[in-house]
């Protein structure tokens, strides 16, 4: 689950730096996409390591679930949380949901079918028109939001899990999971945003 | 000061339990919530019923026999205390305390408020035997400790074995206690012979056991009345990890019998 949960993060890291060159303008995020689908080799093999990655981290998961489950059958009464963030007890929560969207997410920006004007080569007009639709950018926000927490308590987990708990480094990496979740938070909302308010203008009005 | 109670009673390990409820009356703060339920129990049997089974043994914090939940919080509300050590000035008067017994698998419940916790001693057992030399006592630093390691080997022998850990966590992972035990020998020159095949059978037990899987989530460290530290976790995964490889294609439990 660490193992996964660190090639993701590594690909979430990836693709909103990507994704960022929206704000460079049309002709940047098009040649940036161009460039990608020119060598479908690098494409399709990311493609399937990031499905086959995804797979596995669900699969540890439900795995997980089941030891868990049968480790207490009975719940107590009443239960105090005293120590724990809702990220860490949220993450069965924020997992599926952050799944569906992925699903949506790849019919709407990838796929195209659940956009209303898709075009295979302009990604820029995708995104502007894409996120115009404000209960496209809410759906988006709230799935965001969910991937940030999940980030946050699975990148101080994934130290722990993988044997790494140092006096000065982990109270460090807590901070800097904290910063990240906002931070790409941040980065990803401000697409959608940028779209909605009008400060990503369509391509033809930048002509 | 007056108080109700729910407390889950229980017969037998078979038998069907239930939440019961009981007035305790005229509480002094200076007693210990044990005794607090002593003079509940006292009650209860100069009416002919059966008291509230509990265990019990030191009753000044160092043995761990005691502990069950009080209001959801494992050994209650009060930090880095077993509940013979909580004193009912921590507690409001006409207050609600809801008493339940560790749940887990592993922890099957015997009466009320007792769980067995025999799975605890054969992780223990599954650790083996430490190479030590046996006869007259050693010459006092005849092998020399790190403080740092002599510091974090204390702190992780300060396990009681009390099942607060595995009772806190959403997951009822023993992953605190046994990380416990594995840091208090694998941290001193004495216990680094079978360190790495120490670690692999404890965590092989500890599955067979049937606890849960830790997910990093801290209640175990909250809960803890020794304020064990979940960088025993750490250490237990990654002592894990390195024996796995050192002992892969072995067998699980790095073979040698």
Redo the contacts between chains.
């Keep these: 689950m660490a193992a996964t949960g660190a090639a993701l993060y590594l690909f979430v890291t990836i693709h909103l730096l990507g994704n960022l060159q929206v704000f460079l303008g049309p002709e940047a995020i098009n040649s940036y996409a161009a460039k990608l689908k020119s060598v479908p080799e690098i494409v399709w093999g990311a493609r399937l390591g990031l499905l086959a990655t995804v797979g596995l981290h669900i699969l540890t998961t439900i795995q ?1 679930m089941r ?2 489950a ?16 809702v990220a ?2 949220t ?1 069965y929560l924020s997992g599926p949901t952050i799944a569906a969207f992925i699903v949506y997410h790849l019919l709407h920006l990838t796929v195209g079918s659940a956009h209303p004007q898709y075009s295979e080569t302009d990604v820029y007009s995708n995104i502007v028109f894409g996120f115009r639709v404000w209960w496209v950018s809410a759906a988006y926000l709230i799935a965001m939001g969910l991937l940030c927490t999940h980030l946050r ?1 699975g990148v ?2 994934m ?7 140092h ?1 000065l480094q ?1 109270p460090r990496i807590k901070k800097f999971a904290n910063a990240v979740g906002i931070l790409y938070f941040t980065g990803f909302a401000s697409m959608p945003l940028a779209a909605l308010t009008g400060f990503l203008p369509p391509f033809f009005e930048r002509l | 000061m007056n108080l109700t109670l729910h407390v889950w009673r229980q017969a037998n390990a078979a038998a069907p339990g239930r939440m019961v409820r009981y007035d305790a009356r005229d509480v002094s703060e200076d007693m210990s919530f044990l005794e607090m339920l002593d003079v509940v129990n006292e009650k209860l049997i100069g009416e002919g019923k059966e008291p509230i089974a509990f265990e019990h043994d030191c009753r000044e914090g160092i043995c761990g026999s005691c502990g069950f939940m009080i209001n959801g919080a494992a050994h209650g509300p009060q930090k880095g205390t077993t509940i013979c050590q909580l004193h009912m000035r921590y507690f409001k008067d006409g207050e609600e305390l809801y008493l339940e017994p560790w749940r887990a698998t592993a922890f099957p419940v015997l009466k009320d408020l007792v769980v067995d916790r025999g799975a605890f001693d054969r992780i223990i057992a599954a650790g083996g035997f430490v190479s030590v030399r046996t006869g007259s006592a050693p010459d006092g630093n005849a092998i020399p400790v790190p403080k740092e390691a002599a510091d974090t080997a204390m702190d992780a022998a300060a396990c009681i074995g009390c099942g607060a850990c595995v009772a806190a966590c959403p997951n009822a992972a023993a992953a605190l206690f046994t990380g416990a035990k594995i840091s208090h020998l694998g941290m001193l020159p004495q216990g680094q012979a079978e360190r790495s095949r120490r670690a692999l059978r404890m965590v092989e037990q500890l599955t067979l056991e049937q606890f849960g899987s830790c997910t990093n989530i801290g209640e175990c460290e909250a809960a803890c009345p020794k304020q064990i530290p979940i960088e025993m976790i750490a250490r237990m995964n990654r002592d894990h990890l390195k024996a796995a490889w050192q002992f892969r294609g072995a067998g699980k439990s790095g073979g040698g019998e």
């Design positions: 997980l030891i868990n049968k480790a207490r059958p009975t719940a107590y009464t009443k239960k105090a949380n005293s120590a724990s963030t860490s007890r993450m308590h101080q987990s130290f722990q899990s993988l044997g790494f708990n006096p982990t």
